[in-house]
């Protein structure tokens, strides 16, 4: 049985992005409890909607900012609060990365997509950090 009300389990997330000395990278965050690697991500707030949504996220949970993409890179699911999450995932270009930031409890790396991939735990969400140099190029 759910443990919130239905909108909790709708979510959205950012995976943020830069080029660096010609090689794209992809900024990972801690769990909360710094137990495993993840991407920054949320409940969609009905007043933002969902690619805002992860922007939000994204600064709060890992202390950078950018240009959300509208369009979706995908989406996966996870259990937790007695149902399973729907995660719309967005690509951010990094612009800014803060020194200090809401949630900057968490550690956070920049790392090579392919560390990335095999650093998160969801199989489908490991699929969409592979795609992202073929995704980014068709959306440039």
């Known amino acids: 049985m759910r443990e919130f009300p239905d ?13 660096r000395k010609g ?4 900024l990972l965050i801690t769990s909360r409890k710094k137990k495993r690697w993840i991407i920054p991500k949320g409940i969609v707030e009905p007043t933002l909607g969902a690619p805002d949504s992860a922007a939000k ?22 259990e937790k609060w007695g149902g399973r999450c729907t995660v719309t995932v967005y690509t951010l270009k990094v612009e800014t990365e803060f020194a200090h930031w809401p949630e900057e409890d968490r550690n956070r790396e920049w790392v090579s997509v392919q560390e990335a991939a095999s650093r998160v735990r969801e199989k489908d969400l490991k699929t969409m950090i592979r ?8 959306h440039a």
């Open 23 to 26: 090689k794209l990278e992809v």
């Open 131 to 138: 795609s992202l140099p073929k995704w980014l190029k068709r």
């Open 7 to 19: 909108y909790y389990y709708t979510q959205s997330a950012a995976i943020p992005y830069r080029h």
């Open 57 to 78: 996220e994204a600064w709060e949970e890992a202390g950078v900012a950018g240009i959300i993409h509208p369009e979706p890179l995908g989406v996966y699911t996870y």
